[in-house]
């Protein structure tokens, strides 16, 4: 993750959103909540759960503390009122372009990930195998080097999975580097 420059005060301005899923019926809605930094376009936090104050709490506590202390641009939801300090808050409507920016990203997440998309047949049977897709789109680094999640304890079968992730993602580029040297 890019950490923020300390003397550029527009490396810590921060777009967040929710969006959300459903997990094995619709009437089950999850809400993936995402802090996107502006200037590096990079999710730093993200979570998943409802779309409480309490969900909005566990996203500002994954959020690294050098990002915590700069600007947020949000919509109007009022859990973010409730979380983030006022005088770091500026809640705005999409019209603004002040949220531009994770609203494309959650735009192209739904485009690219069928769970996400709002009429569909492609969804997750559990919240265990909604984190790992979500976190499979952040990024192809090392699990260690992702974006921080949120700081409830993931279940033993959770971690498995994003182990497994790892693995596969690296089994890709091994195989992606194997064509290159020998097209043939």
């Known amino acids: 993750m890019v950490t923020p ?19 094995l019926k619709k009437a089950n809605r999850s809400w993936v ?21 309490e969900t909005c709490l566990r996203l500002w506590e994954a959020i690294p503390s050098a990002y915590r202390e700069g600007h947020c641009f949000t919509d109007f939801w ?4 409730a979380v983030i300090p006022e005088a770091q808050h500026s809640a705005v409507g999409k019209e603004t372009g002040e949220t531009a920016h994770v609203e494309r990203w959650n735009n192209t997440l739904r485009q690219r990930l069928a769970r996400f998309v709002r009429m569909t047949l492609s969804f ?35 971690r498995l999975m994003t182990d497994f992730l790892s693995v596969m993602r690296l089994l890709s580029l091994v195989t992606e580097m194997r064509v290159r040297l020998n097209p043939y």
């Open 5 to 23: 420059d300390p003397q550029d005060a527009t490396s810590t301005t921060l777009e967040l959103d929710e969006l959300w899923s459903f997990v």
């Open 33 to 53: 909540w995402i802090a996107l930094c502006r200037k590096t376009r990079q999710v730093v936090a993200y979570t998943i759960g409802d779309r409480s104050k």
């Open 78 to 81: 009022a859990a973010y009122a």
């Open 124 to 158: 997750s049977k559990s919240v265990v195998m909604l984190r790992p897709r979500v976190f499979s789109s952040f990024s192809i680094a090392p699990i260690e080097s992702g974006p921080s999640c949120s700081s409830e304890p993931l279940p033993k079968i959770d």
